[in-house]
């Protein structure tokens, strides 16, 4: 669990729930710039987006064993998969996000 101070914090990027619009729980957590991070590294496997606690980057085909932070599931479940340190975001779990920040809860 991330937490910063008082409050909850991006497992991504560090930014406290105070500092972005929307911050999404799991088994971690990730706030809506993150979203479109993981997106940007999943669509260009060949590049990566640094933030200040981490760098987010795909996870390969052959890290198998890798587990989504947030579902469980594992990266040969998936069709792709984004991490940032030891956290990781699968596809499924990006599109999830994808619905929570478009609804007006």
Known sequence: MAVLGNGLSCSFCGASQRQVRKLIAGRAYICDGCVGRAHTVIAEPSRTVSTPIATIQPVSDEARGEQC???????????????????????????????????DV
Do not use: T
């Not at 932070?69 to 699968?90: L, P, T």
């Open 69 to 103: 932070s947030f579902c469980g599931k594992h990266r040969y479940e998936v069709a792709a998969m984004a991490s940032a340190g030891d956290k990781q975001i699968c596809d499924h779990c990006l599109e999830l996000c994808d619905d929570i920040l478009d609804s």
